[in-house]
């Protein structure tokens, strides 16, 4: 050989590191039972008697609503912590396919809510244009990735 260019082959064992996944404070809406919330909300002071609020001041007032609806809200939806992974989006992702995306579950949201055949065939269509998007977009990345080099 008379080049001192040779190719060097060789693996490791690296282990992608582990980024945190922040704990998110949040409330379990989805066990919220509105018959139920409704049904202790109109027990509660707020609903009771309006004369015995007359002679509170709106300080007051404002208190008496955060602590009863905080303490329906803790009765009903209870406070939870859920750890939130983190995803960094790929390099070549942009405002474009960010759009893209967004109508795409625009129209899953309103196919899921109606069943309406003209609701799925508008999903469809707007998953397709996605997909053309992201595909566009990456060999666009890839493309100005190779002509940096």
Same mark, same amino acid.
């Given at each position: 050989?008379?080049? =001192?260019?040779?190719? #060097?082959?060789?693996?490791?064992?690296?282990?992608? +590191?582990?980024?945190?996944? +922040?704990?998110?404070?949040?409330?379990?809406?989805?066990?919220?039972? !509105? =018959?139920?919330?409704?049904? =202790?909300?109109?027990?509660?002071?707020?609903?009771?008697?309006?004369?015995?609020?007359?002679?509170?001041? &709106?300080?007051?007032? $404002? /208190?008496?609503?955060?602590?009863?609806?905080?303490?329906?809200?803790?009765?009903?939806? +209870?406070? #939870?912590? $859920?750890?939130?992974?983190?995803? *960094?989006?790929? +390099?070549?992702?942009?405002?474009?396919? !960010? &759009?893209?995306?967004?109508?795409?579950? #625009?129209?899953?949201?309103?196919? *899921?809510?109606?069943?309406? /055949? $003209?609701?799925?065939?508008?999903?469809?269509?707007?998953?397709?244009?996605?997909?053309? $998007?992201?595909?566009?977009?990456?060999?666009?990345?890839? &493309?100005?990735?190779? !002509?940096?080099?």
């Amino acid at each position: 050989m008379i080049s =001192d260019h040779a190719l #060097v082959l060789f693996s490791t064992r690296l282990k992608k +590191p582990r980024s945190d996944t +922040p704990l998110i404070t949040s409330r379990a809406w989805h066990r919220l039972s !509105h =018959d139920a919330f409704a049904s =202790d909300l109109s027990a509660s002071r707020l609903c009771g008697d309006i004369t015995e609020l007359a002679g509170m001041s &709106a300080n007051d007032l $404002v /208190d008496l609503y955060r602590r009863v609806f905080t303490d329906l809200l803790d009765k009903h939806c +209870p406070v #939870v912590q $859920v750890r939130r992974r983190t995803t *960094s989006t790929a +390099p070549w992702f942009n405002a474009d396919c !960010h &759009a893209a995306r967004w109508s795409a579950r #625009v129209a899953e949201c309103r196919y *899921s809510r109606t069943h309406f /055949d $003209v609701n799925r065939s508008n999903w469809l269509t707007r998953l397709k244009t996605i997909h053309l $998007v992201y595909e566009k977009r990456n060999d666009e990345f890839r &493309a100005e990735r190779d !002509h940096s080099e």
